[in-house]
């Protein structure tokens, strides 16, 4: 006896299974965004530990990352290509130079943290995109359409009006934005992946950086280290440092460029209101001026991102 066919009304509802894409580009839209909500706050941590001063943070900051670097390459498996890395001195020539960029971005961030210029380090990072323009065009000879040559001048009167509204030539958010553009660049060059790479940095900084925490100790005595409190958040910056770095690279392989290019302006922005709402930065007309037009900026050079990459998908 054959069993009567179910009516719609009664059938079972499909159950949508999601595609094995469909489920890694979600876990990458969390790694991604969980990246650069750590790197938006990053400032809070550094506010925190201002007592201890900037060379003593990025020294620190170094070993401790070097530690938490060292245990997760263990235990990935990662360490025999670390090891390999830094028996390479070709590619450790390199490495040591995007180390001393690295440590040159750290203690300049660091620095305006402690120095109440948060604002001005996340204008540093809102220009950084076009940055990295502008360095593929002089060294690369790259050349650039109407929309990406609209999008820097742009950016250019912007940093001109963040001249005129503090006062000074913006230092700050030209030496963040153009230590980290040379440092991606030369970084490339080096061929390892972003876990290997930060150990090898690391590694080289930490002669150094082991140096100076001794020298601290012989002259000031026990410091921050006596409190247990500093000592605790001196720690989380090897985890503020790795942590973000990985979640972004797993991010990364994951999802489109173009995903990723939107979400690279989330931890300026949360850097933004930090500095006005937390920090109580100054944020006078002109300056609020430069930051709209650094966002019309970016949003032309990320419409036009966007419209390359559709072009793209759709040529033969």
């Known amino acids: 006896m054959t069993l009567p066919e179910q009516s719609p009304e009664v059938a079972a509802p499909a159950t949508r299974v999601r595609s094995p894409d469909g489920i890694e580009t979600q876990k990458g839209v969390v790694a991604a965004l969980s990246a650069y909500l750590l790197w938006g706050f990053l400032p809070i941590l550094?506010?925190?530990?201002?007592?201890?001063?900037?060379?003593?943070?990025?020294?620190?900051?170094?070993?401790?990352?070097?530690?938490?670097?060292?245990?997760?390459?263990?235990?990935t498996g990662g360490m025999g290509e670390a090891i390999r890395l830094l028996k390479d001195w070709r590619r450790m020539r390199i490495?040591?130079?995007?180390?001393?960029?690295?440590?040159?971005?750290?203690?300049?961030?660091?620095?305006?943290?402690?120095?109440?210029?948060?604002?001005?380090?996340?204008?540093?990072?809102?220009?950084?995109?076009?940055?990295?323009?502008?360095?593929?065009?002089?060294?690369?000879?790259?050349?650039?359409?109407?929309?990406?040559?609209?999008?820097?001048?742009?950016?250019?009167?912007?940093?001109?009006?963040?001249?005129?509204?503090?006062?000074?030539?913006?230092?700050?958010?030209?030496?963040?934005?153009?230590?980290?553009?040379?440092?991606?660049?030369?970084?490339?060059?080096?061929?390892?992946?972003?876990?290997?790479?930060?150990?090898?940095?690391?590694?080289?900084?930490?002669?150094?950086?082991?140096?100076?925490?001794?020298?601290?100790?012989?002259?000031?005595g026990p410091g921050v280290h006596a409190d247990p409190m500093q000592m605790t958040l001196l720690v989380l910056t090897g985890p503020a440092t790795a942590v973000p770095l990985l979640l972004f690279a797993y991010g990364v392989r994951r999802l489109r460029l173009t995903t990723i290019g939107m979400f690279q302006y989330l931890a300026p922005s949360i850097q933004f209101l930090i500095a006005i709402l937390m920090f109580g930065e100054p944020l006078n007309e002109l300056r609020l001026l430069s930051f709209a037009l650094i966002w019309v900026s970016l949003a032309v050079f990320?419409?036009?991102?966007?419209?390359?990459?559709?072009?793209?998908?759709?040529?033969?």
């Open 46 to 75: 550094f506010h925190l530990l201002e007592q201890a001063g900037a060379v003593l943070i990025v020294a620190e900051r170094t070993l401790f990352s070097l530690l938490l670097l060292a245990a997760i390459l263990v235990f």
């Open 95 to 220: 490495i040591a130079l995007s180390a001393v960029l690295l440590v040159g971005n750290w203690l300049l961030y660091v620095w305006a943290v402690e120095t109440g210029q948060v604002l001005e380090a996340s204008f540093g990072y809102f220009i950084n995109p076009l940055v990295n323009v502008a360095i593929g065009m002089v060294l690369l000879g790259e050349r650039q359409n109407r929309l990406q040559t609209v999008a820097i001048a742009i950016a250019c009167i912007a940093i001109l009006i963040q001249a005129f509204g503090l006062g000074k030539v913006p230092y700050v958010a030209l030496g963040l934005a153009f230590s980290f553009g040379f440092y991606g660049f030369i970084r490339k060059t080096a061929q390892a992946g972003p876990a290997t790479g930060l150990f090898a940095e690391a590694a080289v900084v930490a002669p150094f950086a082991l140096a100076y925490v001794a020298f601290d100790l012989m002259t000031r």
């Open 302 to 316: 990320s419409f036009d991102s966007f419209r390359q990459r559709r072009l793209r998908t759709a040529a033969p």
